[in-house]
């Protein structure tokens, strides 16, 4: 999968985002068995202020979170549980864009301290959980949420990351 990171807060490049995105996302192509050169997505690395204006603005919600996605269109399953169906191809070869992922410094850091988890493998699970949200997965229901750890602890396992969970 392809990812053009987009830093506001220069704390994400000392953090190593855009070599981690990059890292997170090959995973994640090679666990769903996806082509990574046709879909990317675009990951922004904020601070909590920016996170909660866009929290306020996308969801209602006027305080920071972890991460927050915009799929660039709708690919959930019709049923809890069940597999969304992947992008289809662009007819021009051209890589699909899945949306946009962003990332709160400040929240991810203390999540991270708080779980005493290293940063980076923190990081990584929320890039993957952001994508997948982007590919249609979620966990709104039992079954919806068992797949989508399933996934996420299979392609943090490719990276050599524990179980988040």
């Known amino acids: 999968m392809i990812v053009d990171c987009l830093i506001e807060d220069p704390r994400w490049e000392d953090a190593g985002l855009e070599r981690l995105a990059e890292a997170s996302a090959a995973a994640l192509a090679v666990e769903l068995g996806l082509d990574p050169d046709a879909q990317g997505f675009c990951l922004l690395g904020c601070d909590d202020a920016r996170i909660a204006d866009l929290n306020a603005g996308f969801r209602g919600k006027a305080r920071p979170t972890n991460v927050l996605s915009w799929p660039s269109a709708e690919r959930g399953a019709t049923v809890p549980g069940g597999l969304p169906l992947p992008p289809a191809p662009d007819p021009t070869g051209e890589a699909i864009e899945l949306g946009d992922v962003a990332l709160a410094f ?8 708080a779980q005493g988890k290293p940063f980076a493998d923190h990081l990584a699970h929320l890039i993957v959980h952001g994508a997948l949200h982007l590919l249609g997965y979620d966990h709104e229901t039992g079954p919806d949420a068992a797949l989508m750890e399933g996934i996420e602890i299979r ?6 990351i524990p179980d988040p969970y």
């Open 106 to 113: 400040e929240t991810c850091l203390a999540e991270a301290t």
């Open 155 to 160: 392609t943090l396992a490719r990276l050599g």
